[in-house]
């Protein structure tokens, strides 16, 4: 048993929290003005951490006979046999319960917005078998989640975390296409849809760069309609050098850097826009 939850951490890939769980509690500090109480907080983790515990599952699940078919995936759990189907439900309908439950605790609106939490979740893993805009949706599945603290704080929708969310949606678009060009001929071949696959690497860096030139506007009017000041403002300043930084990196050398351009890069602008937030509304 324990080391069949090894696994599933392992699957789960929590390391990969800090892409969203930083510009969760950014905005549930912006929501609230200020720390909105442990029981609050305590529930939005967990509702955080439950469903991205159950997206990347679901993902790694359905996915599971295409990664078995790529040399860069075929070693996951799932891919490879280590963790069957039959092992990995129980968690599944666990994530799923915790997150329901987390969101009933919290507020009404939190808990009515859960389908639709779940739906786009499982929606990701399936776009790539009808569409390119599979980058678009993974995008919207971590969009979702400053939003989903804002209602769980306010218990009402709003603009400021629409508007980070439309910045996180830009972001993820375009760090994935960049991602993605790893699997652009085995995608081909297999008949799988994505940006790189259809427009090639080159096309696919463009892409990339247009999207992230979106970002720092959609952050910036965010502040700017909340009334955050020079501290966020230096942020977003610093944010955009990193998304430019990033795109220097992949255009020298993609298979070099694409380690430190993917998780290093962007986890540290996830956590430096919560700096630039607990810098204004806590000093």
Not at 2 to 27: C, E, G, R, Y
Not at 213 to 231: I, K, Q, T
Not at 247 to 254: F, T
Request: hydrophobic share 55%; glycine share 6%; charged share 15%.
């Amino acid at each position: 048993m324990k080391d069949k939850f090894s696994q599933i951490i392992q699957l789960v890939k929590l390391q990969h929290a800090l892409f969203a769980l930083p510009f969760t509690m950014s905005s549930m500090f912006l929501a609230a003005n200020g720390f909105p109480g442990a029981k609050t907080s305590l529930l939005i983790i967990i509702a955080f951490m439950s469903a991205r515990s159950f997206g990347m599952a679901m993902n790694r699940w359905i996915d599971k006979d295409i990664d078995a078919k790529n040399p860069r995936t075929e070693h996951r759990l799932m891919a490879s046999g280590k963790l069957g189907t039959k092992e990995l439900l129980p968690y599944l309908l666990m994530f799923c319960l915790i997150f329901g439950l987390s969101c009933y605790y919290l507020n009404p609106l939190a808990f009515k917005l859960v389908p639709i939490s779940l739906f786009i979740m499982v929606l990701y893993p399936l776009c790539k078998k009808f569409t390119v805009f599979a980058h678009t949706v993974l995008g919207l599945v971590l969009a979702i989640a400053p939003v989903g603290a804002w209602v769980a704080v306010r218990n009402e929708l709003d603009i400021v975390p629409a508007l980070i969310g439309l910045g996180i949606l830009f972001w993820v678009n375009g760090f994935d296409i960049i991602y993605a060009i790893q699997d652009e001929d085995f995608d081909k071949e297999h008949s799988l849809h994505s940006i790189p696959s259809k427009f090639g690497k080159a096309n696919s860096l463009k892409i990339a760069s247009l999207l992230h030139m979106v970002v720092p506007f959609c952050f910036y009017a965010a502040g700017h309609l909340y009334g955050l000041g020079v501290y966020f403002q230096i942020t977003i300043a610093i944010i955009s050098a990193l998304l430019v930084y990033e795109h220097r990196l992949v255009h020298k050398g993609y298979q070099k850097n694409i380690s430190l351009a993917f998780f290093k890069l962007n986890s540290t602008i996830s956590l430096l826009f919560m700096v630039g937030v607990i810098c204004e509304v806590f000093l």
